[in-house]
């Protein structure tokens, strides 16, 4: 099946610094990428849709400027949680999907801890 | 609107017991596709199944069995004789096509006690 993974695993920051976090499609082109965001015990709740070469469509209630989201390519999509705070701490779940195709295929999840 | 419940937030059972996990979606969409997922403590989601729209078959997977019934848009869930590594999150999805963005249930959490 079809591997995305994400880089880091896990991440300790500062409060104040920005962390930037890395999906990859690693067997497939992603034409879309999904970022979302798990509180413990809750829900994934899906932050933005990127598609390649475009900016990133936001979900309602989520900032764009603090959470920026870049898909360069059909292989890598980034999120970089800037001036990030101990309240952005969190499990940040990335998915991709080809073109054409409904499926989307989920990464390992990223842990971040704002201290 | 579109929307997935999973009513049970946590269930608890012994192990060799039979558990259902119950899965309610609302979409006006004709075309959609239901996905599980496990989400065991590592946190990285597990694909189970897939269905979409059109196919009401049920479907058994070895100890895994899903029951889709449009009538009352129900997902169920089946795990029968459950053993103790089934202990997990599970979530049941909603992909409506109009949109192209996948909705996620609250999320059943499952203990199988030795």
């Known amino acids: 099946g079809a591997v995305v993974s994400q880089h880091p695993s896990r991440v300790i920051c500062k409060s104040g610094t920005s962390v930037k976090i890395e999906c990859r499609s690693l067997?497939?082109?992603?034409?879309?990428m999904f970022w979302y965001r798990q509180f413990p015990k809750k829900s994934l709740m899906l932050m933005a849709t990127s598609n390649e070469g475009s900016k990133a469509t936001y979900e309602q209630g989520v900032e764009k400027d603090k959470f920026l989201i870049n898909h360069a390519s059909l292989t890598l999509s980034t999120l970089t949680v800037t001036s990030a705070h101990p309240e952005d701490s969190s499990f940040y779940i990335c998915?991709?999907?080809?073109?054409?195709?409904?499926?989307?295929?989920f990464g390992p999840g990223t842990r971040l801890t704002v201290t | 609107a579109q929307k997935v419940t999973q009513a049970q937030t946590e269930i608890s059972v012994v192990e060799k017991e039979d558990v259902t996990l119950d899965c309610v979606y609302e979409?006006?969409?004709?075309?959609?596709?239901l996905f599980w997922y496990k989400q065991p403590p590592s946190g990285e989601l597990v694909f189970l199944i897939r269905?979409?729209?059109?196919?009401?078959q049920n479907e058994i997977s070895g100890r895994y069995s899903w029951n889709f019934q449009k009538s009352t848009s129900s997902f169920n869930f089946t795990i029968t004789a459950s053993q103790v590594v089934d202990s997990a999150v599970y979530f049941c999805?909603?992909?409506?096509?109009?949109?192209?963005?996948?909705?996620f249930g609250a999320g059943t959490r499952l203990f199988v006690k030795a």
């Open positions: 979409t006006r969409d004709t075309t959609y596709y």
């Open positions: 269905r979409n729209s059109f196919d009401e």
């Open positions: 998915s991709a999907r080809a073109l054409g195709d409904y499926e989307q295929y």
């Open positions: 999805a909603l992909l409506y096509t109009g949109g192209f963005k996948t909705i």
């Open positions: 067997d497939f082109q992603a034409t879309t």
